[in-house]
T-cell receptor, first 115, second 112 residues
C-alpha cells in the first residue's frame, strides 16, 4: 500500500519548451504532495508543497512562474517546467504523506535533460 | 532552519560486516525521523520511521536509534550483504509542519 507513481521516468526536451511531470497516489488520497529537486551527489531540496484545490506553496528561491504546480484532485499533482533551459536539467521527485503518523512515500523520480 | 548532516559520506565494507550510519540534526523539535535508501537515478525507498517519542525502531537486520536531545540518529545494519549497497538518506520532519529536511546521504558499498 501507499504507492506513489511518477511519470515520466525520464524526458529529454529542447530548450524553450515546457515539460509536465505527473505524480499520482495509487491507493490513497493525498491532499498534500511535495516536489523535490536533486542535483548529482547532492541531497533532495524541497521546491514546493502542492495542496489539493488551492495554490502551491513555494520554497524561497523557487520561481513560481518557472515551476507550475497543479493539484486538481486528491490523487494527482503535476509539475510543469515552463520554458525549460539547460540549467533546469535535474532529477525531480515527488512525495506524499499517506496517513497520520506514517512516513512519507516517494515516487520513482523523473530525470529531466534540457538540450 | 533544520540542518541535517550524515557522516561518513561514503563507506565500503566486506560482506558480513556490520554497518553503522550516522545522522545528526540541529533542531531537536522534531516530529519524526525517517531513513531511506536511494539507488542511482531512482526514487526513495523507506526503511524505518522513528517517532519523536521512540528511542529505537527495528526491522529485520535494521535497527535505528534516536536521541532527540543530542540531535542524533544511528542506523545499524547487521551482517551486510551486497544487496545493501545504496545511498542511505536520513530525513527529519519538524514538529510544526510537514516539511522534511534531508541529509546529503551516505553511499554504502558492500563488497562480495
Amino acid at each position: 500500500g501507499a504507492v506513489v507513481s511518477q511519470h515520466p521516468s525520464w524526458v529529454i526536451c529542447k530548450s524553450g519548451t515546457s515539460v509536465k511531470i505527473e505524480c499520482r497516489s495509487l491507493d490513497f488520497q493525498a491532499t498534500t504532495m511535495f516536489w523535490y529537486r536533486q542535483f548529482p551527489k547532492q541531497s533532495l531540496m524541497l521546491m514546493a508543497t502542492s495542496n489539493e484545490g488551492s495554490k502551491a506553496t513555494y520554497e524561497q528561491g523557487v520561481e513560481k512562474d518557472k515551476f507550475l504546480i497543479n493539484h486538481a484532485s486528491l490523487t494527482l499533482s503535476t509539475l510543469t517546467v515552463t520554458s525549460a533551459h539547460p540549467e533546469d536539467s535535474s532529477f525531480y521527485i515527488c512525495s506524499a504523506k499517506p496517513l497520520p503518523h506514517y512516513g512519507y512515500t516517494f515516487g520513482s523520480g523523473t530525470r529531466l535533460t534540457v538540450v | 532552519k533544520q540542518e541535517v548532516t550524515q557522516i561518513p559520506a561514503a563507506l565500503s565494507v566486506p560482506e558480513g560486516e556490520n554497518l553503522v550510519l550516522n545522522c545528526s540534526f540541529t533542531d531537536s523539535a522534531i516530529y519524526n525521523l525517517q531513513w531511506f535508501t536511494q539507488d542511482p537515478g531512482k526514487g526513495l525507498t523507506s526503511l524505518l520511521l522513528i517517532q519523536s517519542s521512540q528511542r529505537e525502531q527495528t526491522s529485520g537486520r535494521l535497527n535505528a536509534s534516536l536521541d532527540k536531545s543530542s540531535g542524533r540518529s544511528t542506523l545499524y545494519i547487521a551482517a551486510s550483504q551486497p544487496g545493501d549497497s545504496a545511498t542511505y538518506l536520513c530525513a527529519v520532519r519538524r514538529s510544526n509542519d510537514y516539511k522534511l529536511s534531508f541529509g546529503a546521504g551516505t553511499t554504502v558499498t558492500v563488497r562480495a
